[in-house]
């Protein structure tokens, strides 16, 4: 019997909820509850604070047991990583996501689509991420394709300007290092 089942609601997922789940519990909230994703929400930040910790905790066998017995006061939370910088990790900022496709958190978190009597096996499962993979491929050199077209058909002025522009808008993303 778990103690205290404040992270998991936080989650939005069941005490008996699995790795995966987990994972992908956090996933969707986390892209929901951004800081960024809500400038008006005075809360946001402490809604963001208490996703992080949950998933860290839960995510974590040994930290996860100690919690399940004890709850809050069971755990350490002098190795909690700023959630900030976990989702960062994880997901990287969108506004890359046309250059390098979903990260591959993102793309398992998708991949979501077997059928509850459906059995996951590594042979389906490795199928879909290839499959996926391909897609994200192709998506990506069409992106590139049209990303050069100006510039192969000789406007290359205009072709540095838009390149500059989008330089720019990616140096003031959320999680760029650059």
Known sequence: M???TRYY???????????????????????????????NDPQAAEKFQEL?????????????????????DGISTEGIIDPA?????LFGSELFE???GQLAMASMASLDNFGEDEQIDAR???????AVQKDREEKLA??????LHIYVQGNKAEFIQHAEA???KLRNAGFSHY
Do not use: C, W
């Open 2 to 4: 778990v103690k205290d």
């Open 9 to 39: 609601d936080v989650l939005g997922v069941d005490p008996s909820a699995t790795e995966s789940e987990i994972k992908k519990a956090y996933y969707v909230k986390a892209r929901l509850v951004h800081p960024d994703k809500n400038p």
């Open 52 to 72: 992080g910790e949950a998933y860290q905790v839960l995510s974590d066998p040994t930290q996860r047991q100690a919690y399940d017995s004890h709850g809050k």
């Open 85 to 89: 910088t976990i989702f960062a990790i």
């Open 98 to 100: 046309e250059y390098i």
């Open 124 to 130: 389906k499962l490795q199928e879909r991420m290839q």
């Open 142 to 147: 069409e992106t590139l394709k049209n990303r």
């Open 166 to 168: 989008e330089v720019s």
